[in-house]
């Protein structure tokens, strides 16, 4: 499968993962002299906060320093040593995290082993927090949640692809919802793409059709709609960036402007110039439609109940 860019959690619904803490959090401290060589049954998370290490990873050397994070695969040998004369510090978390209550969510993806956590400077703050809340033999509710969100921000550094036909069986309808859920990232990463949404249904390992139907079952959208609203949301915050709109729509692959005016219209519920007003409205603290939390309420209506335009593609 192609890689794809940005969060790729985004079409994964919240009820399908669950995340497990093994164990307490590792609050590395480790001198000089420190090594390991070391396996583990579950996944091991690691930031480093300090210091400089080297580990031995399937034959591939990784470097930790500061602002560097690293997962190691369950039941994957490592083997490290400090590089540094100062402490190498940092956390150490031991994690499952399973997809439909029996998939492993990690293993359905490649992953480069180590990458650098985006924005450091707000990250190492969270790092720090999530190092001094552990406690020294059980976990919290509020290390879970940080730890989500250290897990989310590594993965979408690290991402490479999601692996093909992960899970076996095709039958299985926990495949069927995982590759329901890799096709509706991928044109969630990539909407702009004119030819992603064949493509996906092209490379599930399902009948076209089939897979087109089971699609719109379990996300609401054909796979073409779904590439049609992921566009418009993409041309929101365009909007909202500053873009005007002749600009919002050559960026979201829209060479005729009014037709793209339409589009929006149709799956947002308010022309783009519309919206960006609204938006400067928001950003000034007006309050649209007497809404207390000043948001608008876009009615951002399904294909279903939409009117068609006399010259849809």
């Known amino acids: 499968m192609d890689k794809i860019e940005g969060n790729f959690f985004a079409e994964i619904p919240v009820n399908a993962l669950a995340l497990t803490l093994t164990r307490s959090t590792i609050k590395m401290l480790h001198s000089p002299t420190w090594s390991i060589d070391k396996t583990n049954s579950v996944h091991d998370f690691l930031v480093c906060l300090t210091g400089k290490a080297i580990y031995e990873i399937d034959g591939e050397t990784i470097i930790m320093e500061p602002g560097m994070a690293m997962l190691i695969p369950a039941n994957t040998r490592f083997v490290g040593r400090c590089l540094s004369k100062t402490l190498y510090t940092g956390i150490a978390q031991h994690f499952t995290l399973d997809l439909f209550g029996r998939l492993d969510l990690i293993a359905q993806m ?14 190492e703050p969270m790092v720090r927090r ?56 991928q044109i969630s990463m990539d909407p702009v793409n004119p030819t992603i949404g064949d493509h996906v249904v092209q490379s599930a390992p399902y009948n076209p059709d089939y897979f087109k139907r089971e699609f719109k079952r379990q996300i609401g959208w054909t796979p073409a709609k779904f590439q049609e609203f992921k566009t418009m949301e993409r041309a929101m915050g365009l909007l909202a960036s500053g873009c005007n709109v002749k600009q919002a729509s050559e960026q979201s692959g829209y060479t005729d402007a009014y037709y793209f005016s339409r589009m929006f219209k149709r799956y ?31 009615p951002l209506v399904r294909p279903q109940s939409m009117p068609r335009l006399a010259d849809e593609r």
């Open 110 to 123: 490649a992953l480069r082993k180590s990458a650098p956590l985006p924005h450091w400077d707000i990250f």
């Open 130 to 185: 999530y190092h001094n809340i552990a406690p020294p033999s059980s976990t919290s509710l509020m290390q879970h949640h940080l730890f989500m969100v250290l897990l989310m921000e590594f993965t979408n550094e690290a991402f490479i692809e999601w692996r093909e036909q992960s899970v076996g069986n095709v039958n299985n309808p926990d495949a069927l919802s995982l590759a329901i859920m890799v096709a509706a990232n």
């Open 268 to 298: 947002i519920g308010i022309s783009p110039a519309g919206y960006k007003e609204a938006e400067r409205r928001h950003r000034e603290g007006a309050y649209p439609r007497g809404e207390e939390d000043g948001k608008v309420a876009y």
